[in-house]
């Protein structure tokens, strides 16, 4: 049995281009496209003109249309305008009428003087002598008035001035002590709450010098131990090595 011939004949793709013939093409060709109509220069220029009026027109849309907002603005500021006066001029009411009933508050002091003056004149139609003792009483009353404001104002001064001076007194005296506790921190107020306290304080320190004390004597004894027990150990040792020397 032979092997299958796989060899394909070479065809020449010109060739069969050649052989096939022209294609027909579903879309325009590059003639086409070269050879289609164009504008003269005359519609060119009518054309740049129409664009140009339709940027005017739109110009004169965009001012009408500021105009309108003009107007809007114009009509919200006059509301606006109109709102603060209207604030205004109720100040100036709620004002008036305050002033007014302060000129109301100070005539009645005045109307009541002027009841006091007629009774006064219908008093001074009365025999001499009362008039006198009521005028004395009226006096003797204004002097004790007068008086008792001023004593009470002296009073607060003096309590005022008598407080600072004690105030300042306090501060140096904390200041003084705080100095001589930084200078001499061993010395101590004399107060009997200081001097409970430095007892206390020494009591505790004769305490812990004792503990120290005993401590100390309690290591030295053990010491003396150790050295004892040692020398004691070394003459053992020599003892046994002179027995064994002699056996």
């Known amino acids: 049995m032979g092997k299958r011939d796989n060899r394909v004949a070479y065809m020449n793709p010109i060739a069969m281009a050649r052989w096939r013939g022209p ?3 579903a879309g325009p060709t590059i003639q086409d496209y070269l050879n289609r109509p164009r504008p003269t220069w005359e519609e060119v220029k009518k054309q740049l003109e129409n664009k140009k009026k339709g940027s005017k027109a739109l110009a004169e849309f965009e001012e009408k249309m500021n105009e309108s907002w003009k107007k ?6 006059e509301k606006l305008l109109s709102g603060s006066e209207s604030s205004t001029k109720k100040r100036e009411k709620k004002k008036k009428k305050k002033k007014k009933s302060c000129q109301l508050s100070s005539s009645s002091p005045s109307a009541d003087s002027s009841s006091s003056s007629s009774d006064s004149e219908n008093e001074e139609k009365k025999p001499g002598k009362k008039r006198k003792k009521k005028k004395n009483r009226s006096h003797k009353s204004s002097e004790c008035s007068t008086s008792a404001p001023e004593s009470e104002s002296k009073e607060s001064v003096k ?3 008598k407080s600072k001076v004690e105030i300042r007194k306090e501060k140096c005296i904390r200041s ?6 930084k200078t001499y921190p061993e010395d101590k ?3 009997p709450e200081s001097s409970s ?3 206390h304080e020494e009591e505790v320190q004769a305490k812990k010098k004792r503990k120290c004390e005993e401590k100390e004597k309690a290591m030295e004894k053990v010491k003396k131990k150790k050295k004892q027990h040692k020398k004691h150990s070394k003459k053992k040792k020599k003892k046994s090595g002179s027995s064994h020397k002699s056996g």
């Not at 809007?72 to 500021?77: D, F, G, I, N, V």
């Not at 003084?176 to 506790?181: A, E, G, H, V």
Request: net charge positive; glycine share 0%.
């Open 72 to 77: 809007e603005l114009e009509k919200s500021r």
């Open 159 to 161: 309590k005022k001035k």
């Open 197 to 199: 306290e430095s007892d």
């Open 176 to 181: 003084l002590s705080k100095k001589r506790k």
């Open 189 to 191: 107020p004399s107060s």
């Open 23 to 25: 294609t027909q093409s």
